[in-house]
């Protein structure tokens, strides 16, 4: 049934079908936090494709899940990432604690203040 409007000529359709579509996101900037093979630590760093990535903060790595992340982003179609590498205080895996602990200092998942606003945040898990 349509509904009227104030103006005769015009109405709008009401189309109840059940289904609703599913709105799209923007991932126009992911931000990616781990470990990484190298780069500078606890700075977001803004890169716009996967060699970029590599020149600053080394390859594919099997211990480091964020550079398949990255990697995956840019071959679906991803155009800019934010990255920022944590470094673990025993030098081994991350734990919770580098991730969290470093508020006053804006590191961990806090160095994200000093970075541009993003649309998505990715954090793979770091193997154990």
Known sequence: MASESKRPELYV??????????EGVSTSLTAFVGR??????????????YSDYES??????????????VRDFFLN???QALVV?????????????????????H??????DKAELFNILCIPPDRR
């Open 85 to 105: 590498r944590l470094t673990a205080q025993d030098g081994a895996y991350l734990s919770v604690n580098d991730y969290t602990a470093g508020q006053a200092d």
């Open 13 to 22: 359709p009401n189309s109840l079908s059940g289904t609703r579509l599913i």
């Open 107 to 112: 590191i961990g998942l806090y160095a994200l």
């Open 77 to 79: 179609g991803g155009t």
């Open 36 to 49: 990484t093979v190298n780069g500078p630590a606890n700075d977001p760093v803004l890169i716009e494709d």
């Open 56 to 69: 600053r903060f080394g390859g594919l790595a099997e211990d480091f899940p964020v550079s398949y992340a």
